[in-house]
């Protein structure tokens, strides 16, 4: 597999009560567990079945992911900026590994 | 015909085409669908171009004399030879060639000279597609041409078939104005990638254009030419570039799109504020405007052969009167544009020879448009069946292409005119009859879909060697029936695998010869070619 | 030579509206009533293998009232969950997109649970086709 990178959008800065749109990508092959091989044989489901996003370390917003979200998995939502801080990103991977990212926001 | 000829060219004159009451501040001429017509060609009107559910019998889905009935034309008339298919072999004899851009020209200089102040000439797109010139300059032909014209912006489809590396390249290097498509998001982090908007002063009038590119370029065309980016209709997206025009001032709100003209009369009655759309893509000419609440519905045709002009008045920030007419470019009886002219002649000059190449003759009238089988499909068909040596030929329900008359010489031209693209190999496959089936269901519901949202604004897929019934108000999956080998005369076997040849193949290494040359080896070996009435479809309507 | 058709392989076997139910009054414990939740999908998939879903409700989101779930269902895919968004009031509006496969024409269902035990749902057709046709 590639060596799995997050990549995030925040804007840099926003007005104290501006809501902001956050775009989420990570390049991941999802694999379903519905493929087979060359020789037949099923290739086991591994996917991010899990993403979380924080603001100074409270979760606010999360995601069960299943087998048919695609590969390289975008997801974008929103948050509520009242202050300064960090967000944080986590997403979950099958085989137990957790990849993060963070980005920093200030008030404007 | 000669005497006739004569008389008709006497009563249709230049001014007459110009003649036109200027009403209020905005003259918007609109092109569209020129697939790099640079010459005069014949076009003939379709004679079958069903509407289901809610736009049945409904413009644009009137042909022939119902249409001449439906606007009040004269038979015989130039409009009627114009607008339908009705007579047409004889009226094309009567009334010459429509089209060429050295004429358009003409007309577009003209208004300009008696409106400078207030003209706008808009590009609907499908312009930089079609030619053999097209095709070799990668559009560098029609970027110049429509350079020359003073285009004021366009919105395209064909022209992504370039790929979007070219695309990029030109919009930063070669063209002068404007490419405007709102409705193109990188597929990546789904932001803008081209501008949507473009505002105009004319007449004192601010005007917003948004461009709206064929929504659904990545599905009937190969998507591999333009993978990063993602189209759709995105009525939400329409509506935020509409209204945010209307923040920077707009008075009037354009959208020059490449919807379709079922789509756009759709479109209309979702989105507020629109004042006219200039419709393209499904190559409907209509003399009059469809208004669709407060919105105005333009269909300007296809191959040069129309300019569509629409005046407004606008005051206190609305349209309160508006005057249209779609000028048909009758080639013989327009002053070509002596500029145009010679850039037309410097583009065509490295190709002049091969281009004009007399490839055969032609017994019967060859033309395309229409739902099912035109002739010059049949023509392919045949050409695929014979070259490829396939029991069955598919051939795409394109709209583009121009007419031949019975008896005229088949040029290279006019071969490119029917085939000229990028992705051009004839494939040669075994589909076994359940999936000549499926794929015949899938045009189908491109086309019959109740829901306009969900049609692709092509025509049904050309079939040779193969006949087929079709119920076209029935859903996906039972439209097709009867589908019959026509060389046995026995049913199509869903489990027997056929030799199938085709083109345009969406799908990235697809392996064959170019199309084009196919089409032409069959000619040239055949000398005079002819098409018998093809009867093998039978429409239920 | 002879190829076989690319894009047109055997239908893997799929998820039925009886699962969906299923899935959903699992949820809910019933099936709730058609609500206004925005779904933006194309009408037509540019790519079955990645179909983007933005999904919106029009709620306050405050502490006292807000969209909790809005969980998304396939009617055609191998099994029917696609994703589950679960929301705070922290996120300003009811909002969020992500890319979805549809290995062939189908609903999309869309089902939202409010903090208050509210729920609603909506769906939308895709088409998958085979493409290459035009004007
Ligand atoms: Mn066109
Ligand atoms: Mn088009």
Redo the contacts with the bound molecule.
Sequence with gaps: MARIRPRVRVPGEAAAGDVVEIKTLINHPMESGHRKDEDGNPIPRQIINRFEALFNGQEFFSVDLYPSVSSNPYISFFAKVDEAGEFTFRWHDDDGSVYEETKGIALS | AGLRRAAAAQALTQDDLLRFDPLGQVTLLHV??V?AQLMPIYFREPSINLGVGAVEGKPPHVTGTDFLTMFDIPRDSPECHALTNVDFVDLARTYGKVGGLDRLATLVNAIRAERPDNTLFLDGG?TWQGSYTSLQTNGADMVRAFNALKTDAMTA??EFTYGQDRVQEIIDGELNFPFLCGNVIDAMWEEAVFESTQMFERGGVQVAVIGQAFPYTPIANPRYLMPDWSFGIRPELVQEHVDNARANGAEVVVLLSHNGFDVDRKLASLVDGIDVILT??T?DALPREVKVGKTLLIASG?HGKFLSRLDLEVKGGAVTDYRYRLIPVFSDVITPDPDMAQVIADIRAPYEAECTRVLGQTDDLLYRRGNFNGSFDDLICQALLEERDAEIALSPGF??GATLLPGQDITVDDVHSMTSITYPNAYRMAMDGATLKTVLEDVADNIFNEDPFYQQGGDMVRVGGMGYAIDIRKPMGDRISDMTLLSTGEPIDPARNYVVAGWASVNEGTEGPPIYDVVSRYIEKHGTVSVPENTTIKIKA | GLTVVPGLGPRLAHATEAEVTDVITEMLGEMPAEGAISIDLPEIAENGNTVPLSVEIDAPMTADSYVQDIMVLADGNPSPRVAQFHFTPMNGKASASTRMRLVQTQNVVVVARMSDGQAMMASKQVKVTIGGC??
Excluded: V
């Design positions: 569209t669908d697939h499908d489809h064909w393209g893509h190559h296809s709209r583009w | 035009g004007g």
